[in-house]
């Protein structure tokens, strides 16, 4: 679903998917990250509040959708990110 390869700076799909990695942190964090930036900007949908809290008794004023979803289901859709594979390529000596 999610493919990209190439270098970060000249190829967009690429980017999209490095701009996601979370150096220095533990992976889960990148895959946090990388389920925000798709259902934001792919689905149309924000989800970074239930990253932290359910929606129930937070979103209500904001987002009614939202304030139905729980931390597990933001946690669901950070489970497909933990099967893709990230390789890192230094280029140029950078």
């Not at 690429?14 to 389920?35: E, H, M, S």
Request: aromatic letters at 10%; proline letters at 2%.
């Amino acid at each position: 679903m999610l493919t990209a390869a190439g270098d970060a700076n000249e190829v967009g799909p690429a980017n999209f998917l490095v701009r996601g990695w979370q150096d220095g942190d533990p992976i889960q964090d990148t895959y946090d990250t990388l389920t925000d930036r798709v259902t934001t900007r792919l689905l149309g949908v924000k989800t970074e509040c239930i990253s932290c809290h359910d929606g129930r008794r937070h979103l209500e004023q904001i987002n009614l959708y939202m304030s139905t979803r729980r931390r597990r289901d933001f946690y669901g859709m950070s489970a497909f990110f933990s099967r893709m594979t990230f390789q890192r390529l230094n280029v140029d000596g950078f």
